[in-house]
């Protein structure tokens, strides 16, 4: 069974950086897609990023493309959110997901129900 942990979490001031990490054990999942969603306070989760399983393919949300990049590290069994000129509104509880069901798909879906999966979720800051 794969285990997810996410890492890199904290307090930012607005338009600060800010790298979360994804770390996996138990299952290799190179073959699966990765991605990231959030939880803000008193908010449904929702998609912020996705990766393929080659990292030929990646997508975001709109209110974060520009800003965020996603990426990951096959040998390392990692997945990373670069987080670039954040915002109040992107504040929330940041988690890693992954997809273990479907290999080698070329553009993962984006639905949370994808997603079996889940890290235990780290907060994400950010002051104005």
């Known amino acids: 069974q794969v285990q997810l942990v996410e890492s890199g979490g904290g307090v930012v001031q607005a338009g600060g950086s800010l790298r979360l990490s994804c770390e996996a054990s138990?299952?290799?999942?190179?073959?699966?897609?990765r991605s990231w969603f959030r939880q803000a306070p008193g908010k449904e989760r929702e998609f912020v990023a996705v990766i393929n399983w080659n990292s030929r393919w990646a997508y975001y949300r709109d209110t974060v493309r520009g800003r965020f990049t996603i990426s990951r590290d096959n040998a390392k069994h990692t997945a990373y959110l670069q987080m670039n000129n954040l915002k109040p509104e992107d504040t929330a509880v940041y988690y890693c997901?992954?997809?273990?069901?479907?290999?080698?798909?070329?553009?993962?879906?984006?639905?949370?129900?994808?997603?079996?999966?889940w890290g235990q979720g780290i907060q994400v800051t950010v002051s104005s």
């Open positions: 138990g299952q290799s999942l190179s073959r699966s897609a």
């Open positions: 997901a992954a997809d273990t069901k479907l290999f080698y798909r070329d553009r993962p879906s984006i639905s949370r129900d994808t997603y079996d999966a």
